[in-house]
């Protein structure tokens, strides 16, 4: 290939790849323009580590003719055989070059060189793509060209991978900050933050659905159980409702010990409030069978839960709220005030669901009206309503 050309695909890189905005498009575009500079490349494939609680890493796969494919990879393929077998584990773990030619009898040793005779690739390489944290990623380049990458292919590829590794780290980092700020402080205030709302008073007032729950004898069970016991039990417990509150559109902005507070925001339903309380009412559902099918074994015994989730809806204050340099994204008001408030009722009632009017009214269920209760800093007693599915639990 013509060394203007190979040089022209450095310039873009190390420019930013500027005609490109999402990484899929980026990596099509590279390896299209490779392969018009000269190089037969048939198959290209980049595996990029994370920064996440669940997820190793993510990879991206190109093939000549076809569309990019995306996957992601959990913590767990470190310990199984396919890994251990393949050539990138040597990238990953060494920071070496693999290659692997499918003539060669030393290749055989890597089961994807079968693979790759049977896409009729004929030679393979494994490249490190070294990040400036000191962290190796990987690339994986495949021809079909006959005798397989001859030795400029190979110089070319060696002398692409530097401005490769620092476009893609800058995606890397861009994604990584995405990805734990949706993990931290959930998706949409990641966003905001993400998008420059970051100092304090920077705060919106919406109109949201609000969740506010914890679980029944939590303080008992703190005492009794060692405390790692006990965060493994609220992980558990949590996966309950957070599952369920995602799946319908809501976003967790806090846990508080065995306490989780949840929004659901009206406006991004075209103000649809009646459509947004129904899938709220909808995951409560869900998290309490979730809740109830909870099983946790402890020694000879098998502990079960309980909890209670309180629903209302009205306006929030949304945004940066905290003191000096130490900030907290979330929301405030009256209406979080009474949500509060009215969760601890449920305990009282032995209540799994229980709702404000004001909820009652936008979301048309058949629910019970269970009398009106004075509430702590407001004015006047508040009607609370359960679901009539729901047979009340003996009080503890």
């Known amino acids: 290939m013509q060394s203007s050309e190979l040089q022209r695909v450095s310039n873009w890189l190390i420019d930013g790849a500027w005609s490109t905005v999402e990484p899929v ?9 490779l392969v018009a500079a000269g190089l037969p490349l048939w198959r290209f494939g980049i595996f990029i580590r994370t920064l996440h609680p669940e997820i190793f890493g993510r990879n991206f796969i190109w093939r000549q003719g076809g569309e990019v494919e995306i996957g992601t990879v959990e913590f767990d393929v470190l310990d199984s055989p396919a890994f251990a077998q393949s050539p990138l584990r040597i990238v990953f773990e060494q920071g070496l070059e693999v290659r692997g030619r499918v003539d060669d009898p030393a290749s055989q040793r890597f089961p994807i060189i079968n693979d790759m005779r049977a896409e009729g690739v004929t030679d393979y390489i494994a490249v490190p793509l070294p ?14 060209q006959p005798g397989g990458f001859s030795d400029g292919n190979i110089a070319a590829i060696r002398s692409i991978i530097a401005p490769l590794a620092r476009v893609s780290e800058i995606i890397s980092l861009r ?7 949706d993990t ?14 970051i100092r304090r008073g920077h705060n919106d007032t919406m109109q949201a659905a609000i969740w506010l729950s914890d679980l029944r004898g939590f303080t008992a069970l703190s005492d009794r159980l060692p405390a790692e016991t006990v965060v493994e039990i609220l992980n ?25 507070l949840a929004v659901f925001p009206i406006d991004e339903y075209v103000g649809d409030a009646a459509h ?26 098998v502990e079960r839960f309980r909890f209670g ?6 306006n929030i204050l949304y945004g940066n709220i905290g003191g000096g340099n130490r900030l907290d994204f979330t929301c405030i008001g009256p209406a979080v005030n009474l949500a509060a408030r009215l969760e601890k009722i449920t305990g009282r009632l032995g209540r799994t669901v229980v ?19 004075p509430i702590a800093g407001f004015s006047k007693a508040q009607r609370v309503y359960g679901l009539a599915e729901e047979t009340p639990a003996l009080v503890d």
């Open 25 to 33: 498009a980026m990596i099509a575009d590279f390896c299209e323009r």
């Open 236 to 260: 558990h417990y949590f996966d309950c409702q957070v599952t369920a509150i995602r799946g319908h559109g809501g976003e967790v902005l806090k846990f508080m010990g065995d306490g989780l």
């Open 355 to 373: 709702a404000s009017e004001g909820f009652a009214n936008v979301c048309r269920h058949d629910w019970h009206q269970l009398g009106e209760f």
């Open 131 to 144: 990040f400036l944290d000191g962290s190796d990623n990987a690339t994986s380049w495949m021809t079909r």
């Open 309 to 314: 989730v309180a629903l209302h809806v009205g």
């Open 175 to 181: 994604r990584t900050a995405e990805m734990l700020l």
């Open 276 to 301: 947004v309380c129904a899938r709220v009412l909808e995951a409560a559902r869900e998290s309490r069978a979730s809740v109830e099918a909870l099983a946790f074994p402890v020694g000879d015994a």
């Open 184 to 197: 931290y402080v959930g998706n949409r205030a990641g966003a905001r933050i993400l998008g420059g709302q």
